[in-house]
């Protein structure tokens, strides 16, 4: 398995239902990011992590929750989601925080429904 | 309010012609990138631009980053229908945070 890969791909859950989101890198990178891409609307970044810390929460409500157990894995635990949280919600990664080096590198993204 | 405008967000021509699709905004980035993405698919990174005034080509994809690093061009010659998909800028504004444009839709017609 190569870059970064994320699962499930595709998740349909009811609002009350608890689920999680995996994203792993094979990349060898220190950061990790998870956003989330609305139609019409331009990427949003959720959280950051760097070197498993948290370094960004860009005011994400707190039914949505990360984790970092690890440099190469990134999950987003979802309970009591709302409709309007439907999107598709993809995960990034880059090799190394404190520097110009800005390329992230991006996952399939998991296509969220939420009925 | 925006802070990476792109334009135009949809783009519909023929196989074969020409386009630019641009990117502005009135904040200085250290960096700019362009991204591409597929039906399904999560944004791949095309090219990175550092210097002000900083061309970059890509095939017959030519990225230009403005003198003031306040804004980018994506030009592509002779366009192809493997083109086709959502084309994204995206700004570096410190501490590995990346602002994206809301995207062109790039539609090349056969």
């Known amino acids: 398995e190569t870059g970064v890969t994320q699962t499930p791909r595709h998740l349909v859950m009811g609002m009350t239902n608890k689920k999680s989101l995996k994203c792993e890198q094979h990349l060898g990178h220190n950061a990790m990011y998870w956003y989330k891409q609305s139609a019409k609307k331009p990427l949003e970044l959720m959280f950051v992590?760097?070197?498993?810390?948290?370094?960004e929460n860009n005011s994400v409500p707190s039914r949505f929750s990360p984790e970092c157990p690890n440099s190469s894995h990134l999950f987003l635990h979802l309970h009591t989601l709302q409709p309007e949280d439907s999107a598709l919600y993809l995960c990034?990664?880059?090799?190394?925080?404190?520097?110009?080096?800005?390329?992230?590198?991006f996952g399939p993204g998991t296509r969220l429904t939420v009925t | 309010t925006q802070l990476l405008e792109q334009s135009p967000q949809f783009l519909s021509i023929q196989e074969g012609e020409n386009l630019t699709v641009y990117c502005n905004s009135s904040?200085?980035?250290?960096?700019l990138q362009w991204y591409r993405q597929e039906p399904g698919e999560g944004p791949v990174l095309l090219v990175t631009v550092v210097t002000g005034g900083e061309v970059k080509k890509l095939k017959r994809l030519t990225f230009q980053f403005g003198d003031a690093r306040k804004d980018s061009s994506l030009h592509i010659t002779a366009a192809q229908t493997g083109d086709t998909g959502l084309y994204l800028c995206a700004g570096g504004l410190g501490a590995q945070k990346l602002v994206f444009g809301q995207g062109t839709r790039l539609t090349i017609n056969p």
């Open positions: 992590y760097n070197f498993k810390e948290q370094t």
């Open positions: 990034a990664s880059s090799p190394m925080f404190d520097t110009d080096n800005y390329e992230q590198y």
């Open positions: 904040s200085v980035f250290s960096s």
